[in-house]
């Protein structure tokens, strides 16, 4: 199983809920969140007056899937989800040793 932790602009929530759902993804995990990537926040000016923005909104998506279709997840969130621009987002993807489900006990991929 693998987890992927989607960080993306809030704006793109719900194209991001409309990819997830066509796709075998069994349960998601949505946290609001602050961040900067390489660009360390933008410089914004406001009536003149230029300030260092150097934390921005953003929404983190966190879904674990099968390793089977983790690859082509991805490559759907990419396709919908980049616009070209800086701060499109990123997705880390992890390895996930065990999941279980407390109602019934169940292990690993039976638990998704
Ligand atoms: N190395 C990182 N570690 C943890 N979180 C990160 C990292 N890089 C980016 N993020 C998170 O992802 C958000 C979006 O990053 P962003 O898309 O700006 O990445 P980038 O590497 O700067 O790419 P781009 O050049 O396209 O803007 C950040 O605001 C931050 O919340
Ligand atoms: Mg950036």
Redesign the pocket.
Same mark, same amino acid.
């Given at each position: 199983m693998k987890k992927l932790e989607i960080?993306i602009k809030p704006e793109k929530l719900e194209d991001l809920k409309e990819v997830l759902s066509t796709c075998e993804v069994s349960g998601l995990n949505i946290v609001n969140?602050m /961040?900067? %990537?390489?660009?360390k926040g933008v410089i914004k000016t406001y009536r003149g007056a230029s300030y260092n923005v150097t934390l921005?909104p953003?929404i983190k998506v966190e879904t674990v899937v099968t390793d089977s279709i983790a690859p082509g997840l991805i490559d759907k969130i990419v396709d919908e989800i980049n616009t070209g621009n800086? /701060?499109? %987002?990123?997705i880390f993807v992890y390895d996930v040793e065990d999941a279980v489900r407390i109602r019934t006990g169940e292990h690993g991929e039976e638990a998704l």
């Open positions: 960080i969140s /961040g900067y %990537g390489n660009q921005l953003k800086f /701060g499109d %987002g990123k």
